[in-house]
Nanobody, 125 residues
Framework: QVQLVESGGGLVQAGGSLRLSCAAS????????MHWFRQAPGKEREFVAA????????NYADSVKGRFTISRDNAENTVYLQMNSLKPEDTAVYFC??????????????????WGKGTLVTVSS
């Protein structure tokens, strides 16, 4: 079992930055690829970014490439999402998810093994 707790959400102006964190419980964090998804009001949950279990490979949605960076610290059982140049359309609840696999190639919500409860990011124009 892995428990995931997100933090770092909040209200920011367009063009600003936020860093989200996701703290994981358990001793097997380094054997999970970690992911960020988001869900805007009235929309389906969508993939944002993924990182392989040792951090050597990453994967991003086209909508965030060049603006968001995913990273992880296996010693601290934490995954991060640095979000720069935020846009109003980035407004959503951001979820951390884990899949017990090496690769960062998985991007569908149904592929994930564990989920956090989410943190709200609001970008004002």
């Amino acid at each position: 079992q892995v428990q995931l707790v997100e933090s770092g959400g909040g209200l920011v102006q367009a063009g600003g930055s936020l860093r989200l964190s996701c703290a994981a419980s358990g001793r097997t964090f380094s054997t999970y690829a970690m992911h960020w998804f988001r869900q805007a009001p009235g929309k389906e949950r969508e993939f944002v970014a993924a990182i392989s279990w040792r951090g050597g490979s990453t994967n991003y949605a086209d909508s965030v490439k060049g603006r968001f960076t995913i990273s992880r610290d296996n010693a601290e059982n934490t995954v991060y999402l640095q979000m720069n140049s935020l846009k109003p359309e980035d407004t959503a609840v951001y979820f951390c998810a884990a899949k017990r696999v090496y690769s960062a190639k998985y991007s569908q919500p149904e592929d994930m093994d564990y989920w956090g409860k989410g943190t709200l990011v609001t970008v004002s124009s």
